[in-house]
């Protein structure tokens, strides 16, 4: 029941949280003068009274607590000679003979005289008072840091979230939709994510981090390309379906600098170092440009565009390619048209170019190796079907009656090659 134990031990832990002197003087304060309150603060019909007239004094160094009670001294025979904050004549020449009335009388309060259960509420209520101090502490550190990357350490593997600790031991948390799909954790390891939101769940605070935020991608380019960090290139845009395929959009300000050369560095050297953290990404680095058109043909790049027509009003562009660029604009499960369209703002339409008067031509099945499985273009090669209009030529049964393949893996080959001719 040691007050000035008590005490020392909030200095200490404010130390360590770097909490202002004032801060814990004003927190001391308020606890010590709600237990003046429980046992001085109310009349004998359980009134309320302000107990302004307490001075507390505090010396959280060395553990001393000193409270005084101040009255005005009055006349015997006044009418306010019951008020809490006064005191009568003949009381106050008990405790100095040399009082007069209108003086003051500051008398020491023993802790002793509160009793133990209204220090052991103390204690209770200071130790309240430390954890919502820590958690607000907590709040505001994170709170400052949104969009930042941390590292923090997996101590538990669950099932809809990861829980990690960070350096000081605060519990933080990747949920399943803020990791990549192909991310594996193991309890010890470390994690590198940016600091997505902070936010108050019944009164504590939830960190949650994410590795699939545009904004982790951007954060770990100005990590390993100091161009980026130093601001000499400003990344415009970064788009991404996590753990498969990303589009950065890049521009240098400077015209000795390269921004697609500095990003991927010399060999890939700095690029590599990215894509190994994002579990393989598949990452383009695109020279940002005003020009809408060029824009859009970087964009779908490794694809050759032979013409464009933008309608703004309906947010829509038409690109026309030739026949073998068709599979090259779409990618692999239509994800670099989907980028590609989110990159520039515009839905981004696919059309064959034919020449006038050419008939539609034929595909290699080759050309769909990004979205057909080899071997199952193995397997109708070894039937002799080596083009596109050669399978579709076949009716489904046909086809399941002569390969080993599955009716469900028919209908998607099926689908694939007909959209190339839509």
């Known amino acids: 029941m040691d007050i000035s134990n008590l005490i020392e031990s909030f200095a200490e832990f404010a130390k360590q949280k770097n909490i202002d002197r004032p801060t814990m003087i004003r927190i001391l304060e308020d606890v010590f003068r709600n237990m003046i309150k429980k046992k001085y603060g109310t009349d004998e019909k359980g009134n309320p009274l ?22 005005e001294i009055v ?65 505001q550190k994170y ?41 594996r954790y193991r309890k010890g390891e470390t994690v590198r994510a940016i600091v997505h939101k902070v936010e108050m769940v019944n009164g504590n605070p939830k960190i949650i981090l994410s590795r699939t935020s545009p904004v982790f991608l951007e954060r770990l380019f100005e990590q390993e390309v100091p161009e980026v960090y130093d601001g000499l290139i400003t990344i415009k845009k970064v788009v991404r379906e996590p753990g498969e395929r990303a589009k950065v ?66 947010g829509r562009v038409a690109v026309y390619l030739k026949p073998d660029q068709v599979s090259l604009a779409i990618g692999k499960g239509g994800l670099n048209i989907k980028l590609a369209s989110r990159l520039v703002g515009y839905e981004i ?16 099945l080759d050309e769909f190796g990004d979205e057909i499985e080899s071997w199952v273009l193995e397997e109708l090669k070894r039937i002799g079907l ?32 007909k959209k190339e001719f839509e």
Request: with cysteine.
């Open 50 to 71: 302000p107990t302004d007239n307490f001075d507390i004094i505090i010396n959280a160094d060395k553990g001393d607590l000193e409270i005084y009670r101040i009255r």
């Open 75 to 139: 006349e015997d025979d006044s009418e306010d000679i019951w008020e809490h904050d006064k005191i009568s004549l003949s009381e106050a020449k008990k405790i100095e003979p040399d009082f007069e009335v209108g003086e003051e009388v500051s008398e020491p309060v023993d802790i002793e005289d509160f009793g133990r259960r209204a220090v052991t509420t103390a204690r209770q209520t200071l130790m309240q008072k430390v954890k919502d101090l820590e958690k607000d502490i907590l709040f």
């Open 143 to 183: 709170k400052d840091i949104v969009g930042e990357i941390i590292t923090g350490e997996v101590y538990q593997v669950l099932g809809k979230e990861i829980l990690l600790t960070d350096a000081e031991g605060n519990e933080i948390s990747i949920p399943r939709n803020e990791q990549i799909p192909k991310d």
């Open 249 to 314: 959009a890049v521009e240098s300000y400077d015209d000795r600098i390269d921004p697609v050369g500095a990003c991927v560095g010399m060999k890939g050297s700095r690029i590599h170092a990215i894509v190994r953290e994002l579990q393989n990404e598949n990452i383009d680095v695109i020279n940002y440009t005003e020009n809408l058109d060029l824009y859009i043909q970087r964009a779908l790049s490794p694809a050759k565009i032979t013409s464009i027509k933008i309608d703004k009003d309906n």
């Open 349 to 364: 339409d696919v059309f064959r170019e034919l020449a006038e008067g050419q008939e539609e031509e034929d595909v290699d």
């Open 386 to 417: 080596d083009t596109a209009k050669s399978v579709l030529n076949l009716n489904k049964e046909e086809l399941v009656r002569r390969t080993d393949l599955e009716e469900e893996t028919i209908d998607s080959v099926i689908n694939v090659l």
